[in-house]
């Protein structure tokens, strides 16, 4: 058997030198390594890092390994960091395995980066590393998230990897997609633990996978191709999903489901699993109706924003014209069509789908090598222009700079070199993809008539409607031609009109891949109602078909996001590019990204509305990731805090600045606190804040503005102005509710309280429940003395010894008038209802004021409070477990109920897909059994309440 050359001695060809400053920074960052490389390696390197601001920083950050790589083979290298992944399952926590994980990644993304620029491998055989690499960390990662549950073994849960990654042609910064299984069987325990492991492991496996650490992440990860992601939790069972796909599975599921493949797990399993699902892939008849919905799926394609013509500046390799998803549609359709007669056609890799298909006769051998040759450039393109700053990115540069450095690092002699060779491989890809698409475009043709006007149904029309899934097709066609008369502010002017004609058959279309087609309608109805007007966002959705899919998809689950896109229709801006669905930003970006909006307003006015225009943008990410389940609710909880903390702290710096304008420098200090859900950093969608405001000054102080004003005043004005900032309603919409109640003396009380005062207040007339809000309380901002000083002080008044029995008859008297005041509705009123979350803050604080004078003060979060008074022993570890399994299940249910509705979810207004989606949150497959566990829990908690705190009902004085 050969021996396989090491990679330094697998160099075939480098790049010409784009910037030989870069070069000559990477030869000093690795000087030393260098020492131990041979000269044409090191040259390779210096070539790599002159084109490749990425490449520079991986070479930097593991210099010493730089010499070891490239002295051995590199698919030696490869399997090192693949034993990596699979050894990182011994891992002794979750943060150690990720580390172990994210180191692996760079060593296999230094290694096939290397491989590939230097022709050592070719490009799909790096596709294939990629591809292998991540199957060893999808499979450490499962098998260390099941270490750290209860379950000994894989066997009941196996992960699916979807598209490329199932084909084993991964792209070099591609995200993955997989589907978690699980079978309850197999797991050798009943329905709901199975359930409950299987989707804390698939949660704890996406979150090993993406999360951003200081050594980077391993792949982005995305669950959203299991069945209907809206309404189903990130691990589904099998016999769930086997019904979902015999029910209600569409083409492009089908479509998904060419390049499925088991990765991890319980291998077994997914190989039955894709055997039952053969026959709903791979229909056993010429399927025509593919070929309609495939002509959908390729318009819309080309409005977005690949492009519907050819070009060089800016055209994306992948979605545009002539590009990698035209070659991959090419085979893919065929193999629906025509792969239920003739197994041969069932690859799961494109080219080897393109030589069976010209194998068996279907498309000529000159249509198979033209398609081939350009799968393999583009795919060689793609992986440069991702090589760049290891963004996922597929869009040609637009820059004569950028552009020169994507040309030499492609392998060209100049840009003019690789314009010609790109374009004349789009046209190509186009011409072979126009031969098999020859369609006239117009919908009826496709889909059947659509006529709306007249005063009766049409019923050809009503037909077309039916075959599009819709049950209540007469109430369809009656709203539409309801449209068309001019009855809605939106439809009011004959441009809106013209333009609506146009987007009903796209609209029909989408609304019929959704779960419930009639349901999603009156959904989107219900938002063209709350338009001012349309002919704007008509246009936008005309010119961006896709954007229907997710908007109906939000819609359908959040009536209360629908409600948000009718009057800000910003937000379906950020549906366009589908960055809606992305990761949100790092919670500690945020500060900053406030920050420069509000800086950069030209004047007071306009930084009010930047604010709001990007909390309403930022909250729109997590709160429709959060809706439709992409996003736990824990984590959007921190979000939602951060986006306020940021928001609070830019507007209070340009309230002051005002302050500054009109009156001048004060010689003293001032603090915002947030109480409650703001100061435990449990915020959710639609939380007010509660904000009380502290200042430090000596009485006798005067601003030393033009309108100079005494230390009181001062003061009192600036909150005023501040709780106006965060307030007020202005053209982009108010921001927050702001409730000061809870300051000292409340309502009665001054605004501004000087800290002398806060400290005589709490010492001397402060009730219990003032001392309770206190236990949540956490200064927002500005940094410095006074900060630390009110920390300080709040800590102190929280460790005062307090009469035990006292403290018990204030804190249940306290629930009382609460429950008398706001009384829960149903079992769904999670925060009000007896047993609920108010129930459970309230024992938190009721053990913060009884033990902090012995043990300190506790996390301000209720979840992190309970862990730790079950630490310290003051909650046994069977009431503390029943406290947190209740928090978990009563806080999801209110931040997805704050998400999807605005308010108290409502199981009698609620649709098929809202109902889903709570009986999910609930862990449980059906919202009778959701139910009935809300139920069980608040009982159990209303107990340990009157265990623990002392029954409300016979403490009211």
Not at 695 to 712: C, F, I, T, W
Request: net charge negative.
């Amino acid at each position: 058997m050969n021996k396989q050359p090491s990679l330094a001695d697998a160099i075939q060809h480098a790049p010409a030198v784009f910037d030989p400053d870069a070069a000559q920074r990477f030869r000093d960052e690795c000087k030393d390594a260098l020492v131990n490389i041979p000269p044409h390696a090191s040259d390779f390197l210096s070539a790599v890092a002159s084109a490749s601001p990425y490449l520079r920083r991986l070479f930097a950050r593991r210099k010493s390994a730089l010499a070891n790589i490239l002295a051995v083979p590199a698919e030696t290298s490869l399997e090192a960091a693949i034993s990596s992944c699979h050894q990182s399952e011994m891992a002794d926590d979750a943060n150690q395995q990720m580390k172990l994980l994210r180191e692996a990644k760079a060593d296999a993304a230094l290694v096939i980066a290397l491989a590939d620029i230097a022709g050592a491998w070719p490009v799909m055989r790096a596709t294939d590393g990629l591809s292998r690499f991540a199957d060893a960390a999808v499979n450490g990662a499962l098998l260390g998230a099941i270490k750290r549950s209860r379950l000994e073994t894989s066997d009941g849960i196996v992960v699916l990897a979807m598209g490329k990654h199932g084909a084993f042609e991964l792209n070099y910064s591609s995200d993955i997609d997989l589907v978690v299984l699980f079978d309850p069987e197999r797991m050798n325990i009943d329905r709901f633990d199975a359930q409950k492991y299987a989707v804390g492991i698939a949660r704890d496996l996406v979150n090993l996978m993406q999360m951003q650490t200081a050594d980077g992440y391993v792949f982005r990860t995305d669950l959203r191709l299991r069945p209907d992601p809206g309404a189903t939790a990130p691990a589904v069972s099998v016999r769930s999903a086997e019904t979902y796909y015999e029910s209600y599975g569409q083409n492009w599921e089908r479509m998904a489901f060419i390049k499925a493949r088991p990765c991890a797990g319980d291998i077994a399993l997914g190989e039955e699993f894709l055997k039952t699902l053969r026959p709903f892939i791979w229909r056993k008849y010429l399927d025509y109706a593919t070929i309609e919905d495939v002509h959908a799926v390729k318009r819309q394609m080309h409005s977005a924003k690949g492009g519907r013509d050819v070009a060089f500046e800016g055209h994306d390799v992948k979605l545009g014209r002539g590009g990698i998803r035209e070659i991959e549609f090419y085979a893919q359709t065929q193999q629906l069509i025509l792969g239920g007669k003739n197994p041969s056609l069932r690859h799961r890799a494109t080219l080897d789908a393109l030589s069976a298909l010209a194998e068996t006769g279907v498309i000529e051998t000159d249509a198979r090598d033209i398609m081939t040759e350009s799968y393999l450039y583009l795919r060689h393109v793609e992986h440069r222009l991702q090589m760049i700053n290891d963004e996922q990115t597929h869009r040609l540069p637009a820059s004569q700079s950028d552009i020169e450095r994507l040309s030499i690092f492609v392998g060209a002699n100049d840009p003019t070199e690789f314009r010609q060779k790109i374009l004349e491989t789009f046209h190509a890809v186009e011409k072979c993809y126009d031969a098999l698409f020859e369609d006239d475009e117009d919908p009826q043709k496709r889909l059947g008539p659509m006529v709306f006007t007249g005063v009766e149904a049409h019923p050809a029309t009503l037909e077309t409607l039916e075959k599009l899934g819709f049950q209540r097709a007469g109430d369809v066609s009656a709203a539409i031609r309801r449209w068309h008369t001019g009855s809605m502010r939106a439809t009011k002017t004959e441009r809106a009109r013209t333009l609506l004609t146009k987007l009903v058959p796209p609209l029909l279309e989408a609304l019929a891949k959704a779960s419930d087609p009639d349901e999603a309608f009156f959904a989107f109805e219900k938002f063209l109602e709350r338009l001012p007007a349309g002919v704007q966002i008509f246009s936008l959705f005309l010119n961006n078909l896709d954007v229907f899919d997710a908007l109906i998809r939000i819609m359908t689950i959040s009536p209360y996001l629908g409600r948000e896109f009718s009057k800000r229709t910003n937000l379906i801006e950020r549906l366009l590019d589908n960055r809606w669905s992305a990761p949100p930003p790092a919670t500690s970006d945020y500060v900053t990204a406030c920050e420069a909006m509000v800086d950069a307003a030209p004047d007071y006015e306009a930084a009010l509305n930047a604010a709001r225009r990007w909390v309403s943008e930022q909250q729109f990410q997590v709160t429709a990731q959060l809706a439709v389940g992409l996003i736990a609710p824990d984590i959007a909880s921190s979000h939602f805090t951060k986006i306020a903390d940021a928001a609070i702290n830019a507007l209070l710096a340009a309230a002051m600045e005002e302050m500054k304008h009109q009156h001048g420098e004060i010689d003293g200090e001032f603090v915002v606190i947030g109480l409650g859900r703001l100061g435990a950093g449990e915020m959710t969608a639609t939380s007010d804040i509660d904000l009380m405001f502290v200042y430090d000054a000596q009485s006798e102080e005067q601003s030393n503005g033009k309108r100079p004003l005494g230390v009181v005043e001062y003061f009192s004005r600036f909150v005023r102005r501040a709780v106006t900032a965060l307030s007020a309603a202005t053209e982009e919409g108010a921001l927050f509710e702001v409730d000061m109640q809870l300051r000292p003396s409340g309502k009665a009380g001054p605004a501004a309280v000087r800290f002398s005062a806060f400290h005589n207040y709490y010492r001397d007339e402060a009730w219990t429940w003032e001392a309770m809000s206190l236990v949540k309380a956490r200064v927002i901002g500005p940094a410095g003395a006074l900060a630390d000083k009110v920390e300080a002080e709040i800590q102190e008044i929280l460790a005062r010894q307090r009469d035990e029995e006292s403290l018990g008859i204030d804190v249940a008297n306290m629930r009382m008038r609460l429950d008398a005041a706001k009384p829960g509705n149903s079992a769904w009123d999670v925060k009000n209802v007896v047993g609920g979350l108010t129930d459970i803050a309230f024992i938190c604080q009721y053990l913060t004021l009884r033990h902090a004078h012995k043990v300190g003060r506790p996390p301000r979060a209720v979840r992190q409070s309970l862990q730790w008074f079950k630490e310290q022993q003051m909650l046994t570890a069977k009431d503390a477990t029943s406290l947190l399994d209740a928090h978990s299940i009563f806080e999801a249910v209110l931040q997805v109920s704050r998400a999807a509705t605005g308010g108290v979810y409502s199981p009698e207004r609620a649709g098929e897909a809202l109902r889903s989606r709570m009986a999910s949150v609930c862990g449980e497959e059906d919202h009778l059994a959701a139910e009935k566990a809300l139920k069980a829990h608040q009982d159990t908690v209303a107990q340990l309440f009157a265990s623990i705190v002392g029954d409300r009902n016979m403490r009211m004085n």
